[in-house]
């Protein structure tokens, strides 16, 4: 009688490291992993922030939503951004940044795309366009 094994499906997903920039596996329910190539922690969730987030970097392979209420002072690291409320530092985003009209950000910004609700505040140089995988 033939040994049969099931192959559980690979819930795995492809994250890039929001520290080295390089690619890797993680699980669809993984919150966090250590990237195997710069030896460091990559965190994996997804923020809604309500109230003040005062950090000294807030990096994430997830999404970030800034309420109408929250407020972020940091560098922030991220895959897609949307500003409600008030971000003050400098903004690396691998997906799109929306600004909504209640929003404001102060600081430079570097991201593929960018959406700027009309009466938003916008102060910081920005870097828009399509991005090399190298870069952080």
Same mark, same amino acid.
């Given at each position: 009688?033939?040994?049969?094994?099931?192959?559980?499906?690979?819930?795995?997903?492809? +994250?890039?490291?929001?520290?080295?920039?390089?690619?890797?596996?993680a699980?669809?329910?993984?919150?966090?992993?250590?990237?195997?190539?710069?030896?460091?922690? +990559?965190?994996?969730?997804?923020?809604?922030?309500?109230?003040?987030?005062?950090?000294?970097?807030?990096?994430?392979?997830?999404?970030?939503?800034?309420?109408?209420?929250?407020?972020?002072?940091?560098?922030?690291?991220?895959?897609?951004?949307?500003?409600?409320?008030?971000?003050?530092?400098?903004?690396?985003?691998?997906?799109?940044?929306?600004?909504?009209?209640?929003?404001?950000?102060?600081?430079?910004?570097?991201?593929?795309?960018?959406s700027?609700?009309?009466?938003a505040?916008?102060?910081?140089?920005l870097?828009?366009?399509?991005?090399?995988?190298?870069?952080?």
């Amino acid at each position: 009688m033939p040994l049969i094994l099931k192959q559980r499906a690979t819930s795995a997903r492809r +994250v890039a490291c929001t520290h080295c920039g390089m690619y890797t596996e993680a699980g669809r329910r993984a919150m966090s992993i250590f990237c195997p190539h710069c030896h460091t922690r +990559v965190i994996l969730e997804t923020y809604n922030i309500r109230g003040y987030y005062g950090v000294i970097e807030f990096a994430t392979c997830g999404d970030i939503v800034v309420e109408r209420t929250g407020r972020v002072v940091a560098p922030v690291k991220v895959n897609k951004l949307t500003v409600k409320g008030s971000i003050h530092g400098p903004i690396s985003a691998r997906g799109k940044v929306t600004i909504h009209k209640t929003g404001s950000i102060k600081g430079d910004v570097k991201a593929p795309a960018l959406s700027v609700a009309h009466g938003a505040m916008l102060e910081g140089f920005l870097q828009i366009g399509p991005q090399l995988d190298e870069e952080s």
